[in-house]
C-alpha cells in the first residue's frame, strides 16, 4: 500500500462525501413516501464512510501496480458518479435523472470490482460491499420515485 497515495484518494473521498453535507435530506425526504425496508437514517452514514476509507485503501494498494489503468479509471468513474448523486437526489430533487446517475455508478462499482479481482484480492474484498450498497441504494431510489411520482 502507497501511504503517500491513500491521504490523495481520501481526499477524493472527502470531496464526493462532501456533497451530502451540501445537500442534505431535511424535511423534503423525511416527508416522502419510503418503502418499509428503507435503512434508518444512522445507516448511511457509517456504511459510507467504511465504503470511502476501503476505496481510498484499495485505490493505494493498485495504484502502482501494473496493469492498474482499468481499476484506476472506473475508480475515478465510480467517484464520479458517487460525487453527482446527491446534488441530483437531493439538490435538485430529480430522482428520475438521478437512477440514471445511480445505474452508472453501478457500472463503474462493477467495472471497478472486475479490475480489482486480477490485481489484489484483498482490494476487491474489502470493496466488494460497495456493489451491494449501491444496489440497495439503486432500489431505494427506484421505490422512492415510484412512489412519490410528483417529485420524481
Known amino acids: 500500500m502507497d501511504w503517500i497515495l491513500f491521504p490523495i484518494f481520501l ?9 451530502g453535507a451540501m445537500f442534505q ?15 434508518p437514517n444512522w445507516v448511511f452514514p457509517v456504511v459510507w464512510t467504511y465504503i470511502y476509507v476501503a476505496l481510498a485503501v484499495a485505490a493505494s494498494r493498485v495504484a502502482g501496480l501494473d496493469g492498474s489503468h482499468y481499476a484506476m479509471a472506473f475508480w475515478a468513474m465510480q467517484i464520479a458518479f458517487n460525487t453527482l ?3 441530483v437526489f437531493f439538490g435538485l430533487r430529480r430522482m428520475r435523472a438521478a437512477l440514471v446517475v ?11 470490482l472486475w479490475s480489482l479481482w486480477s490485481l489484489d484480492a484483498i482490494s476487491f474484498w474489502i470493496v466488494a460491499p ?7 441504494a439503486g432500489a431505494l431510489n427506484a421505490s422512492v420515485a ?4 410528483t417529485y420524481a
Open 11 to 19: 481526499g477524493a473521498c472527502g470531496a464526493a462525501a462532501a456533497t
Open 25 to 39: 435530506p431535511g424535511a423534503w425526504y423525511d416527508d416522502l413516501s419510503k418503502p418499509d425496508w428503507t435503512p
Open 85 to 87: 448523486w446527491t446534488p
Open 102 to 112: 445511480i445505474a452508472g455508478l453501478w457500472v463503474a462499482v462493477a467495472g471497478l
Open 130 to 136: 460497495y456493489i451491494v450498497w449501491t444496489s440497495v
Open 146 to 149: 415510484r412512489r412519490n411520482p
